[in-house]
């Protein structure tokens, strides 16, 4: 049986950068929406690009903090509602 080598994984690009959970790209998001909308009214189909290129499907983003509220610790509630959204104070 001839022998097959393994190929080496592949590394990203991103491995280098670091770590930025889904939360804080969420946040970031909104904070640009908010700076060149003026409003946290987003539309659930509403894709926002990050400075990095990041793409973030902001709508959807924004409806599954809605519905994870009661588990969101208290300073994640108090950074969406510093940025508007006055359901994350309920």
């Known amino acids: 049986m001839p022998f097959t080598p393994v190929p080496e994984p592949k590394t ?11 939360f804080d790209r969420g946040v970031a998001a909104l ?5 060149h ?3 946290v009214n987003v539309s659930r189909g509403h ?5 990095d290129r990041t793409e973030v499907k902001l709508g959807v983003w924004i409806m599954n903090q809605k ?3 009661t588990k969101l ?3 994640k509630r108090g950074i969406l ?8 104070t309920a």
Do not use: F, H, I, M
């Open 47 to 51: 894709v926002e690009r990050l400075k």
């Open 81 to 88: 509602a510093a940025l508007g959204l006055n359901w994350a």
């Open 12 to 22: 990203s690009a991103k491995t280098s950068l670091p770590a930025v959970s889904a």
């Open 37 to 39: 909308t003026g409003s």
């Open 73 to 75: 610790t208290l300073d």
């Open 67 to 69: 519905t994870r509220r």
């Open 31 to 35: 904070a640009q929406y908010k700076a």
